[in-house]
């Protein structure tokens, strides 16, 4: 897609309440060079069957008070590739992920004004998510990986309540900023979900053997990158 206008403002809008989705891809290739997407529920769903999406510019915007939308949801199990260059992504959510997903991120930003920029799941499995450029912000994390997959991080700006939070995974970080802007707590390990400590990066080991997020016990890995915790969590 790509918008041929002078003036820029091109738009596809979908949505009506809050039920519809902008785009749905259930396979092959899509490539957003410039223009608008906007819907009021998911902006890009992807299903089905193995897709390769690129945003390399242009505006997605899933609209940000509607709950639980997101700027790209996932729900396909066959391979997904979704590469990210350039752009600008802005929803409730931003990147909700099921297994065998990849991102690869070199610029752009993600935006989540409500819950987070890139979520896994603690039962989808296989992911692999990489982070070298562009910036992805959360209202909560953002990055929450639960799932059994990678994360590697080497550069980029990641800002959220509680920067990056760990509970499963290979998690490697050699480079990037790291930031959690929210007020300290306590660390408080749960079953589902995490309690936001305002740390830059928060690994945690729980016990869900009997529960369908099995989350294994993380393995980190930090060679560089810098950490920061507005509130001194």
């Given at each position: 897609i790509k918008d041929s206008t002078t003036e820029k403002n091109g738009?596809?809008?979908?949505?009506?309440?809050t039920?519809?989705?902008?785009?749905?891809?259930?396979?092959?290739?899509?490539?957003?060079?410039?223009?608008?997407?906007?819907?009021?529920?998911n902006a890009i769903l992807i299903d089905e069957n193995a897709a390769t999406v690129n945003i390399n510019g242009g505006k997605i915007t899933a609209e940000p008070n509607t709950n639980n939308s997101a700027v790209m949801y996932v729900s396909s199990?066959?391979?997904?590739v979704i590469n990210i260059a350039g752009g600008e992504m802005v929803g409730c959510n931003g990147i909700l992920l099921w297994n065998?997903?990849?991102?690869?991120?070199?610029?752009?930003?993600?935006?989540?004004?409500?819950?987070?920029?890139?979520?896994g799941n603690g039962s989808k499995d296989n992911t692999e998510i990489t982070i070298s450029g562009g910036t992805v912000s959360g209202y909560y994390?953002?990055?929450?990986?639960?799932?059994?997959g990678k994360l590697n991080i080497s550069g980029g700006e990641l800002t959220g309540w509680t920067g990056v939070v760990v509970k499963g995974g290979n998690i490697n970080i050699s480079g990037g900023s790291i930031s959690g802007t929210g007020a300290a707590d306590t660390y408080r390990p749960v079953s589902s979900g995490y309690v936001d400590t305002g740390d830059g990066l928060y690994v945690e080991v729980f016990d869900n053997s009997t529960n369908s997020e099995?989350?294994?016990?993380?393995v980190v890995t930090v060679t560089g990158g810098a950490f920061n915790s507005t509130n001194g969590a």
């Open positions: 738009v596809i809008k979908a949505g009506v309440g039920a519809g989705n902008a785009i749905n891809i259930c396979g092959g290739t899509f490539t957003l060079e410039s223009g608008n997407i906007y819907s009021l529920n199990t066959s391979d997904t065998n997903t990849k991102i690869n991120m070199t610029g752009g930003s993600i935006e989540a004004k409500g819950h987070t920029g890139i979520q994390a953002a990055i929450y990986h639960p799932q059994g099995n989350y294994g016990t993380p």
